[in-house]
């Protein structure tokens, strides 16, 4: 097949992202949510539909201040799913945080962020609740489903703070299933405590019926 010929990387993951339920709930301030769409079959799509200004509104008719998102699409322009422009409409911060994804014969892979990606994360974070007025605001994180690279990196800051365990619980709580990905799970594990735990104390949770 010609690079003339290839699918976009949406028409490669459209099935899969609307099965995907659109939002989590709060997990300590961050709210992980699937990336917005509006290519045009997902805008057609009333059922499926799902734009900046959808999460946006409905984070208000929930009493939640959003003022910053933080994407992590990968950087291929194929990714590019929507207009961030969008956010300004709602006068929320945008930071864009490029993680690499990749679909094959063998399904939907997201790679383990670089430590430069999770650094980048933890600093964006870190100066937008270090502003008083924002310590009661929420963040807004994105991939293309809102689970694993999201919630990857969402981890990694809750572990500056809390046992790795503990933040999986918080996570999977507000997004289930949580981080499902085998390799981002034993990153996470690697990076806590420099080997995977035994199954008696934690295993991880099984794929959706979507992935």
């Not at 929507?82 to 993680?99: G, K, L, M, N, S």
């Not at 489903?145 to 800051?157: A, E, F, K, Q, W």
């Amino acid at each position: 097949m010609s690079s003339a010929q290839t699918p976009s990387l949406w028409e490669q993951v459209a099935h899969m992202w609307e099965q995907v339920g659109r939002m989590g709930q709060p997990a300590a301030g961050f709210i992980a949510f699937k990336s917005p769409s509006t290519q045009p079959a997902a805008a057609a799509d009333d059922e499926h539909s799902f734009t900046p200004s959808m999460f946006a509104q409905r984070q208000i008719e929930l009493g939640r201040s959003i003022r910053l998102c933080i994407d992590l699409t990968s950087e291929s322009a194929a990714s590019r799913l929507y207009d961030a422009c969008e956010w300004d409409d709602w006068d929320i911060e945008y930071v864009r945080i490029p993680c690499e994804v990749s679909v094959s014969k063998e399904g939907f892979h997201e790679a383990v962020p670089s430590e430069e990606a999770v650094d980048a994360f933890v600093r964006a974070v870190s100066s937008f609740w270090r502003i008083e007025k924002n310590r009661s605001r929420y963040i807004g994180v994105h991939c293309i489903t809102g689970h694993n690279l999201s919630g990857y990196c969402i981890v990694r800051y809750l572990m500056r703070v809390q046992k790795l365990e503990q933040a999986l619980t918080t996570f999977a709580a507000a997004r289930s299933p949580g981080i499902y990905s085998p390799d981002l799970l034993e990153s996470l594990w690697r990076v806590a405590e420099g080997a995977l735990p035994l199954p008696q104390r934690w295993r991880p949770p099984a794929p959706p019926s979507w992935h």
